[in-house]
Nanobody, 122 residues
C-alpha cells in the first residue's frame, strides 16, 4: 500500500524560506513526485515535479524560487521554497506516480499525501 506523508509546512514572513518533505512508503520501482497547492477558493495547481532521475518541471510562478529534489535512497522528496510571497499561501500536497515525463496535472498522479499548510504573511 502506497502512502505519502508530507511535513515541513508552517508560517513564515514574506521573503522567507520553508522546506517541505514528502516521505514515500510502499512504492515499488521509480516514480515521479509532483508538488501541488490549493489556496482557499481556488483550484489545485501544479507547482513542481521531479523525476527519479532528477529531471524537474516548474510552474512559471515559482521558477527560480522553488527547487524540487528526490532522495531515491531514502524515499523522500523535498520542495525547497525561497523568497516566499503571500500568494504562495496554500495547502501543499505531494503526489507520486510511476509514469515518466508527467506534466503538472493533478489527474496524472495516482497517489497523494494529506497536505500541509503553508502561510506567508506580508
Amino acid at each position: 500500500q502506497v502512502q505519502l506523508v508530507e511535513s515541513g509546512g508552517g508560517s513564515v514572513q514574506a521573503g522567507g524560506s520553508l522546506t517541505l518533505s514528502c516521505s514515500v512508503f510502499g512504492f515499488i520501482g521509480p516514480y515521479c513526485i509532483g508538488w501541488f497547492r490549493q489556496a482557499p477558493g481556488k483550484e489545485r495547481e501544479g507547482v513542481a515535479a521531479v523525476e527519479y532521475d532528477g529531471s524537474t518541471t516548474y510552474a512559471d510562478s515559482v521558477k527560480g524560487r522553488f527547487t524540487a529534489t528526490q532522495d531515491n535512497a531514502k524515499n523522500i522528496a523535498y520542495l525547497q521554497m525561497n523568497s516566499l510571497k503571500p500568494e504562495d499561501t496554500a495547502i501543499y500536497y505531494c503526489a507520486a506516480d510511476p509514469k515518466y515525463g508527467l506534466a503538472l496535472a493533478a489527474a496524472d498522479f495516482a497517489y497523494w499525501g494529506q497536505g500541509t499548510q503553508v502561510t506567508v504573511s506580508s
